[in-house]
């Protein structure tokens, strides 16, 4: 047997034990989730050991009965609650990734191109702000929107996950900005532009997978936070999702099924918005892994 023969071989055995660990990480990876399918469409009320998740009565009675439930005000027309609820997450993750972005950006920018009393002591402040988890401040947070009026609204929540997603937002941007060569800016400056054209111009295109993937990073934390938000939030109309999943687990009992299925619901903006920004991701999570 030729040496050409005998790297063919070998090159195939290495391509099938790579492919069978592939296989074999894939699913360990999907085994949960098709567990998660298996109880939401599964007829029966108590989940059964089993070595494949396969429905059993397959039913969609579990996810009618989380995504039509009603809420029943005596003396008013029942409204749609799950949509409500979902509503609610949706619009205060949006609004704390926007608020994030907005407040992220310009700082990010300045920490990363210009010399100034301060900077570096207000980038150890911000890197402080992340070695606590958000809970430690939920007794400042509940006092301080209590003493605004803010306590038990979107708006206020929307502040409460600024705190941690604007930190955050502003450490990803700033190495974003700082592997953005200044010889850009140079050029387009040289070529009759302000600093804020040439910064709105050519850095901010240029770092647009980094905002996409940081805004994303920022709606998914505020999306699947609970703690903060089963504390600021009293009524059930203004619950966010994953206080909504937590009621069917108590004490003593749990809905499985229908906890299941809720997740299966609430996990669909996240794929839709994950769809939409695919192109972005690879390239907005090395942005600020080399700086050059």
Not at 144 to 158: A, E, H, K, N, W
Not at 177 to 197: K, N, S
Not at 241 to 264: C, H, M, N, T
Request: net charge neutral.
């Amino acid at each position: 047997m030729s040496p050409a023969d005998q790297g063919r071989k070998v090159s195939l055995a290495e391509s099938i034990g790579a492919h069978l660990l592939l296989v074999v990480a894939v699913a360990f990876a999907l085994y949960p989730l098709l567990w998660v399918v298996s109880l939401a469409f599964s007829g029966a009320v108590e989940p059964t050991p089993r070595v494949l998740p396969v429905p059993i009565e397959p039913t969609l009675e579990h996810l009618r009965g989380v995504a039509f439930s009603t809420l029943q005000v005596p003396g008013e027309p029942d409204r749609w609650l799950f949509g409500l609820q979902l509503a609610n997450s949706i619009v205060i993750s949006l609004a704390t990734a926007l608020v994030g972005v907005v407040i992220a950006v310009p700082t990010a920018y300045a920490l990363a191109r210009f010399e100034f009393v301060g900077k570096n002591g207000g980038m150890r402040a911000l890197l402080a702000t992340q070695m606590f988890p958000a809970v430690a401040s939920a007794i400042p947070l509940y006092i301080i929107l209590d003493g605004l009026g803010l306590l038990g609204t979107r708006s206020g929540l929307v502040l409460c996950y600024a705190t941690t997603a604007v930190p955050f937002a502003i450490f990803q941007l700033r190495g974003a900005f700082e592997t953005i060569p200044r010889d850009l800016e140079e050029a387009a400056m040289v070529d009759g532009a302000t600093r804020f054209e040439a910064f709105r111009k050519v850095v901010l295109p240029a770092a647009r997978p980094a905002i996409a993937v940081t805004a994303l990073f920022a709606f998914m934390s505020a999306y699947n936070e609970f703690v903060l938000a089963h504390t600021m939030l009293g009524r059930e109309e203004m619950y966010t999702v994953p206080v909504v999943l937590q009621r069917y687990i108590s004490e003593f009992s749990a809905d499985w099924p229908k906890f299941a299925a809720g997740s299966l619901i609430v996990s669909i903006p996240v794929m839709i918005l994950f769809y939409i920004a695919q192109r972005h991701l690879i390239a907005g999570l090395t942005a600020g892994g080399v700086k050059g």
